[in-house]
């Protein structure tokens, strides 16, 4: 028999009665209605409906993450998933160019009613930013300061709960450490990536000291960056350093992690590394433009305001400078380039090991 189902009307399902009544400008209550305001209003609710859709993806992706095992067809998922925050994160981008139609002047004709309310008190912004990684220990001083002092008892008791769970970072993190390290008995991966980076170092060096385009001061600053670049490879090796590199802020992955994700890099086209490939780089497009948001947020307040200050009491788009860089979170998948070396120089993996790592990592 056909299940027959209660018929559904455009309207009612959409709640378009509650939706396209929830625009209420402040401005009539002190004179003539701003126009711009209703502009100013549909952009930011936009934005948190789209918060809402990925703060929707990322709790299933942080479901499948906290799983000991992860099987192809759920990393094909999480790839999917992923991809549709960093087309969502598009979308996002494009629409400071709707807010960008209002002009510095036509903003000043409502701002002030707007006080004391911000940005700082999108509780879906930071709950996307808490769930990916930036938690309060990672954020600048005045955001240590401020982050909860803006905003409601039961916001503040809901995020404070929410940093006490394990963010998309710790969970990719404890994901690449698990990887299996690939030292058998007849395959040593490290022994042989050490002996590429140390043959493409010393034919950097050659290049250098051979160039005759470089003057002698030319010559010593182009060796003390090779110089940088072989510590960077050492500390690769080498625990001591690498947690040195850390606590500076130079890198945010464990050692063992950044070691794997590498090794996926190096080997991406490997039929057992493509969708752990994908994964990372995924997470690198989440971070870029969540970065390029922050940076696009950045011109367009100063734009606006200048150098006055925010409605939130920040220092308006200086304060968002500051978070630009220092609230990223995938940054060390981008940094990798620094540790490739020509695929030519790399050993083939050998069929156990590929078979092995088909099971999951």
Known sequence: MK??????????????DRLLSAQQPVSPKYGPEAHEEMLFIIVHQA??????????????????FKQTSIADEQLMTLVHRLQRVVTIQNLLNQQIDVMETMTAQEFLEFRDYLVPASGFQSIQFKEIEISLGVKRDKRIAFDQASFYNRINDDDRAYLAALEEQPDLFSLVDAWLARMPFLEQEDFSFWQHYQRAIESQLEHDEGIVRGNPLLSAEEVETELKE???TRA???????SELYEEMRAAGRVR????????ALFIHLYREEPAFNLPYQVLDSLADIDENLTIWRYRHVMMVQRMLGSKIGTG???GHEYLKKTTEK???????????TYLVPKSTLPNLPTNVRDKLRRGI
Do not use: C
């Not at 559904?8 to 378009?16: E, M, T």
């Not at 703060?55 to 499948?64: A, Q």
């Not at 992955?253 to 794997?260: C, E, F, H, I, V």
């Open 253 to 260: 992955l464990s050692q063992r992690a950044l070691q794997a």
């Open 327 to 337: 609230n990223r979170i995938f940054a060390d998948f981008m940094n990798l380039a």
């Open 232 to 238: 960077n490879f050492a500390a690769l090796f080498d």
């Open 313 to 315: 009491g920040s220092s």
């Open 226 to 228: 090779l110089a940088s």
């Open 47 to 64: 934005y948190e409906l789209w918060f809402k859709q990925i703060i929707h993806e990322l709790r299933s992706v942080l479901t499948i």
């Open 3 to 16: 299940k027959t189902y209660d018929p559904v009307y455009y309207g009612d399902y959409l709640g378009l």
